[in-house]
């Protein structure tokens, strides 16, 4: 690992690296305690050197990490269900919303999950503002490449022309709940179809016809994700929130197929 590298030489391994950012991600632990954390296994294994505050920030955030490793290989057809939820940003709660009027800001983490399995196999991260609609092409490309898209499941949120046409493109069965709003009139013929056959045969019927509540999985996932490492992330800057969130994905993945 040392061979040829400039400067200072590493005195913990890759693999305690990636060691050491499990539990800071699982544990939700600081910089400074993770340094510690070191100093106690330097007691228990003398061989074992300590480490560094800036030492570890640096090693942890270059770490090259594919959350898509632990993936369980398939070639059948398979089911995604897409959505999204709000990842705090470390300590912008309330308080700051209180004391300066400031609206809190949170990114927003978009899963694409295996209805069977429970793996997440595509992900993207934006901020707030950011449509569920505009992210959806990079869920199902970022998908079909871990596995074979058949169908996307969807609450009302993908409910867009653009996305029947986008899958219908890519001969991907859409199942989106249509809106309460949702017209006849619409010029794309999968949307009109969804929203003639709900209006004839009622929610629940519809529901049960197309396999809707496989989308239930995706709300297990970020329920599980959500258990496993709190609503907020440790980092501040988006770029690093980025790497901290591949990074808990890669986890998440690894345990649900443990």
Request: hydrophobic letters at 35%.
């Given at each position: 690992?040392?061979?040829?590298?400039?400067?200072?030489?590493?005195?913990?391994?890759?693999?305690?690296?990636?060691?050491?950012?499990?539990?800071?991600?699982?544990?939700?632990?600081?910089?400074?305690?993770?340094?510690?954390?070191t100093?106690?296994?330097?007691?228990?294994?003398?061989?074992?050197?300590?480490?560094?505050?800036?030492?570890l920030r640096?090693?942890?955030?270059?770490?090259?990490?594919?959350?898509?490793?632990?993936?369980?290989?398939?070639?059948?057809?398979?089911?995604?269900?897409?959505?999204?939820?709000?990842?705090?940003?470390?300590?912008?709660?309330?308080?700051?919303e209180?004391?300066?009027?400031?609206?809190?800001?949170?990114?927003?983490?978009?899963?694409?999950?295996n209805?069977?399995?429970?793996?997440?196999?595509?992900m993207?991260?934006?901020?707030?503002?950011?449509h569920?609609?505009k992210?959806?092409?990079?869920?199902?490309?970022?998908?079909?490449?871990?596995?074979?898209?058949?169908?996307?499941?969807?609450?009302?949120?993908?409910?867009?022309?653009?996305?029947?046409?986008?899958?219908?493109?890519?001969?991907?069965?859409?199942?989106?709940?249509?809106?309460?709003?949702?017209?006849?009139?619409?010029?794309?013929?999968?949307?009109?179809?969804?929203?003639?056959?709900?209006?004839?045969?009622?929610?629940e019927?519809?529901?049960?016809?197309?396999?809707?509540?496989?989308?239930?999985?995706?709300?297990?996932?970020?329920?599980?994700?959500?258990?496993?490492?709190?609503?907020?992330?440790?980092?501040?800057?988006f770029?690093?929130?980025?790497?901290?969130?591949?990074?808990?994905?890669?986890?998440?993945?690894?345990l649900?197929?443990m």
């Amino acid at each position: 690992m040392n061979e040829g590298r400039p400067g200072p030489r590493y005195k913990l391994a890759a693999s305690i690296i990636q060691l050491l950012s499990a539990i800071r991600y699982l544990y939700g632990l600081p910089y400074r305690q993770l340094e510690g954390y070191t100093r106690i296994l330097h007691r228990l294994v003398p061989d074992l050197p300590r480490g560094d505050y800036s030492g570890l920030r640096k090693r942890i955030l270059r770490l090259s990490v594919d959350p898509y490793r632990s993936l369980r290989e398939t070639n059948e057809p398979v089911s995604i269900a897409v959505d999204s939820t709000g990842i705090s940003v470390h300590k912008a709660g309330g308080w700051i919303e209180r004391r300066h009027g400031k609206k809190r800001r949170y990114v927003k983490l978009h899963f694409a999950v295996n209805t069977v399995t429970h793996e997440v196999v595509a992900m993207e991260i934006s901020t707030d503002d950011m449509h569920d609609v505009k992210t959806l092409p990079g869920l199902v490309e970022g998908a079909g490449r871990n596995v074979r898209v058949a169908r996307v499941l969807g609450d009302g949120a993908y409910d867009s022309g653009k996305v029947y046409g986008f899958l219908e493109g890519r001969g991907i069965e859409a199942v989106i709940k249509p809106r309460r709003n949702s017209r006849l009139g619409t010029r794309c013929p999968g949307r009109r179809l969804a929203v003639g056959r709900i209006r004839e045969v009622g929610y629940e019927a519809w529901a049960r016809l197309t396999g809707y509540g496989g989308r239930w999985a995706v709300e297990t996932a970020y329920s599980s994700f959500k258990r496993l490492f709190g609503e907020c992330s440790l980092a501040r800057s988006f770029e690093n929130i980025v790497r901290e969130l591949v990074g808990k994905v890669a986890l998440y993945n690894m345990l649900v197929n443990m």
